[in-house]
């Protein structure tokens, strides 16, 4: 009897039966509800008893809500962290850039700043290598004999005298630095004019005939004197370090440290040469000029 009341799934009863007896059953409780406190008491009572079931019943769809959307920050997360690691490498790249053409900016103003000072340039080029000895004591320029440069001019930047060319390519010249075993500088003591020699070899620069009766301090600055037709005068070359007496010999042995930084300059000035007067051809009128005796 109670099947019969209570299945709707049973056969012969029609979907359309169901729907009116579902209908008649929720005003009924309806009505109940809204008159009699008890009705509500109960439903209160079926609904905290029937929490913890709806509770479990929602942890699936909750856990599955949370793993996908955990996932999916995770993901976000990762392809965020990776787009700003690319960012950064690239503004870390975008800062050394500048901060390099700030300082070959700063060493132009430096080289334009020398006509000040009374050099007469020629042409300013940029070291675009130092040789096939990334070491050795020779670098490379992007001016050459097409620029009006050549063998034997002085080669400067800002801080002093570098070297002079060696040799002159149409494009590309080279440069042979202080320390070149080759190099010969007429120097002077900027504090006491005293003339001698600066010579280059083995890397270093080096004092080698300064008489021992002449003043010769510490921190005393080495200039050009400007005694040949390649170098003008007042260039500061070197600067002393340390002098003590040589025994046996009546020369200073001095210790001496280059004024300029070959190594990280990038920009340098090519100093024209002088032309010496020819006073063999200026004294061949005067001389045949005098009268003879008779």
Not at 225 to 245: N, W
């Amino acid at each position: 009897m109670s099947d019969q009341s209570l299945s709707f799934t049973q056969r012969g009863i029609r979907p359309v039966n169901k729907l009116i007896c579902l209908s008649i059953l929720s005003i009924i409780l309806l009505m109940l509800d809204s008159r009699y406190s008890a009705v509500q008491t109960a439903r209160r009572y079926v609904a905290t008893a029937l929490f913890p079931l709806q509770w479990l019943a929602n942890q699936p769809l909750e856990w599955y809500e949370y793993s996908s959307a955990m996932f999916q920050s995770q993901n976000y997360l990762l392809k965020e962290n990776q787009r700003l690691m690319q960012e950064n490498t690239r503004l870390k790249l975008q800062a050394q850039q500048a901060e390099l053409r700030g300082k070959e900016l700063s060493d132009l103003k430096s080289l334009m700043s020398l006509q000040n000072h009374g050099l007469q340039i020629t042409t300013a080029a940029e070291i675009i290598s130092n040789g096939k000895e990334p070491s050795g004591s020779r670098l490379i320029i992007n001016k050459g004999a097409n620029h009006n440069i050549r063998a034997g001019d002085a080669v400067v930047d800002d801080t002093g005298l570098i070297g002079q060319i060696n040799q002159v390519h149409p494009l590309s010249a080279e440069i042979s630095l202080l320390t070149d075993s080759t190099s010969t500088i007429p120097v002077m003591v900027a504090r006491t004019g005293i003339r001698s020699l600066l010579y280059g070899g083995s890397g270093n620069i080096s004092l080698r005939y300064f008489p021992t009766d002449a003043d010769l301090q510490p921190n005393d600055i080495l200039v050009t004197s400007g005694l040949d037709s390649i170098f003008p005068a007042g260039i500061p070359v070197a600067r002393v370090i340390q002098t003590s007496r040589n025994a046996g010999t009546p020369f200073y042995r001095v210790q001496l440290e280059p004024l300029s930084d070959s190594r990280s300059s990038k920009y340098v000035l090519i100093l024209p040469q002088t032309e010496l007067p020819n006073f063999q051809a200026a004294s061949t009128p005067m001389a045949a000029s005098v009268p003879t005796q008779p």
